[in-house]
């Protein structure tokens, strides 16, 4: 069996971004001393013989909002507590705009060996509508510093479908992002979530949406660009040189099991999802003046629940969802329960049915939340 991956959450950041919705926000030196304290507690209270996971992956928020003596902290604190011994892959998220030489070493210290970049665009305009804190060129001397730092392996995030942007505008993020030898790339359309500056300058008529066609030849192009340098897409929005994929990524979309620290962070462990609080101040009194685990909620999934979410995340790779997984999930094999409708979407062309693996096929990945509906309801009656 293998060793669950291990996820660590930084929910701060320098200032908002336009389009974020996910759980960061603004905090003084002193509160994040006080978070590393709390981070430094959760460790101990929840691993007191120490943990050796397969794949570590710090997020946020922004980790490098952390100072070089934070980060330095945040080091010391793992290597108290986790073995990096049989750690295959150690990410960290890096906004380019707040790495510097002395950050970059500390995160070599602790142990980082993939840089994850949220680039984002290396365009002003776009940069400046997204409310990214940094300027045009700010990518390229990160990664040089973080190269120089000894982190050798290098992904980007990318966003296309930004309003106003052209097939000209992404060809051009595209190029300069592969410049850079870079061996991992991901590459997300824009969503206007709900509550979000930007979705309220949309609802003001301040800025347009793509058209949907035009989303379409991006996502084609996205497709064909990182092909012709050697970058496989391998989940529909991540494309890597072979060999490599993110391996924290791929255990989230194959159905392993991972613990998370930290405010905000989830884990998974053999179909229980656990939950933590969602605020760093929730989060840091439990741990500190309560001396509790920060859990705001656990869920033990049900079987169909579970085969589900595995087809939900599973079905987005390239090499889709081992039958081997959906019947230890389910309880009952994947024939049993989705066979007919998986052979009705075959015949359409948007799955593809192997002896070990059911997918997508290039036409399916398009459409795959209906593929998940008409699997999912396949299964409602046997499991139900
Ligand atoms: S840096 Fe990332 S997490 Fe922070 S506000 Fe921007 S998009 Fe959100």
Same mark, same amino acid.
């Given at each position: 069996?293998?060793? #669950?991956?291990?996820?660590?959450?930084?929910?701060?950041?320098?200032?908002?971004?336009?389009?974020?919705?996910?759980?960061?926000?603004? +905090?003084? &030196?002193?509160?994040? =001393?006080?978070? *590393?304290?709390?981070?430094?507690?959760?460790?101990?209270?929840?691993?007191? =013989? %120490?943990? +050796? #996971?397969?794949?570590?992956?710090?997020?946020?928020? !922004?980790?490098?909002?952390?100072?070089?003596?934070?980060?330095?902290?945040? @080091?010391?604190? $793992?290597?108290?507590?986790?073995?990096?011994?049989?750690?295959?892959?150690?990410?960290?998220?890096?906004? #380019?705009?707040?790495?510097?030489?002395?950050?970059?070493?500390?995160?070599?210290?602790?142990?980082?060996?993939?840089?994850?970049?949220?680039?984002?665009?290396?365009?002003?305009?776009?940069?400046?509508?997204?409310?990214?804190?940094?300027?045009?060129?700010?990518?390229?001397?990160?990664?040089?510093?973080?190269?120089?730092?000894?982190? &050798?392996?290098?992904?980007? =995030?990318?966003?296309?479908?930004?309003?106003?942007?052209?097939?000209?505008?992404?060809?051009?993020?595209?190029?300069?992002?592969?410049?850079?030898?870079?061996?991992?790339?991901?590459?997300?359309? *824009?969503?206007?979530?709900? =509550?979000?500056?930007? !979705?309220?300058?949309?609802?003001? /008529?301040?800025?347009?949406?793509?058209?949907?066609?035009? &989303?379409?030849?991006?996502?084609?192009?996205? %497709?064909?660009?990182?092909?012709?340098?050697?970058?496989?897409?391998?989940?529909?929005?991540?494309? +890597?040189?072979?060999?490599?994929?993110?391996?924290?990524?791929?255990?989230?979309?194959? /159905?392993?099991?991972?613990?998370?620290?930290?405010?905000?962070?989830?884990?998974?462990?053999?179909?229980?999802?656990?939950?933590? +609080?969602?605020?760093?101040?929730?989060?840091?009194?439990?741990? *500190?003046?309560?001396?509790?685990?920060?859990?705001?909620?656990?869920? $033990?999934?049900?079987?169909?629940?579970?085969?589900?979410?595995?087809?939900?995340?599973?079905?987005? *790779?390239?090499?889709?969802?081992?039958?081997?997984?959906?019947?230890?999930?389910? @309880?009952?094999?994947?024939?049993?329960?989705?066979?007919?409708?998986?052979?009705?979407?075959?015949?359409?062309?948007?799955?593809?049915?192997?002896?070990?693996?059911?997918?997508?096929?290039?036409?399916?990945?398009?459409?795959?939340?209906?593929?998940?509906?008409?699997?999912?309801?396949?299964?409602?009656?046997?499991?139900?």
């Amino acid at each position: 069996m293998t060793a #669950p991956s291990l996820y660590i959450h930084i929910p701060f950041c320098v200032r908002k971004c336009e389009y974020c919705d996910f759980y960061s926000g603004v +905090a003084g &030196e002193a509160e994040i =001393d006080r978070y *590393l304290d709390a981070l430094e507690a959760e460790f101990r209270l929840r691993f007191p =013989d %120490g943990l +050796a #996971p397969r794949t570590v992956f710090i997020g946020g928020g !922004t980790p490098t909002r952390l100072s070089a003596e934070q980060l330095n902290r945040l @080091g010391k604190i $793992l290597r108290a507590r986790v073995s990096l011994d049989g750690c295959i892959e150690f990410s960290c998220e890096i906004n #380019p705009g707040t790495l510097t030489p002395e950050k970059a070493a500390a995160l070599k210290r602790m142990g980082v060996n993939r840089a994850s970049f949220g680039v984002q665009s290396f365009q002003p305009k776009f940069l400046k509508g997204l409310g990214r804190i940094y300027e045009a060129g700010t990518a390229t001397g990160a990664v040089e510093m973080a190269r120089a730092a000894g982190i &050798e392996r290098v992904s980007m =995030d990318l966003m296309f479908a930004l309003p106003g942007q052209t097939l000209d505008d992404l060809k051009d993020d595209l190029t300069r992002a592969l410049a850079h030898g870079t061996e991992h790339l991901s590459l997300y359309a *824009l969503t206007f979530e709900d =509550d979000t500056p930007l !979705t309220r300058q949309l609802l003001n /008529g301040e800025v347009e949406p793509c058209e949907e066609e035009l &989303e379409r030849a991006m996502f084609e192009l996205v %497709g064909e660009t990182c092909a012709a340098h050697g970058l496989e897409r391998y989940e529909v929005s991540n494309f +890597a040189r072979p060999g490599a994929e993110c391996r924290h990524n791929l255990v989230y979309w194959t /159905g392993g099991d991972w613990h998370g620290v930290g405010a905000g962070a989830h884990a998974m462990l053999g179909g229980e999802i656990g939950r933590n +609080a969602a605020d760093f101040k929730a989060y840091t009194r439990m741990l *500190l003046d309560e001396n509790s685990l920060p859990v705001a909620d656990r869920e $033990l999934l049900a079987p169909q629940a579970r085969a589900e979410s595995l087809l939900l995340m599973g079905l987005r *790779l390239k090499q889709g969802v081992e039958l081997a997984t959906f019947e230890r999930f389910a @309880g009952a094999s994947f024939e049993s329960l989705c066979g007919d409708a998986a052979r009705r979407l075959a015949s359409m062309g948007l799955l593809e049915l192997t002896p070990t693996h059911v997918r997508a096929t290039s036409e399916g990945l398009l459409l795959l939340d209906n593929l998940v509906v008409e699997l999912a309801a396949a299964m409602e009656p046997a499991t139900a």
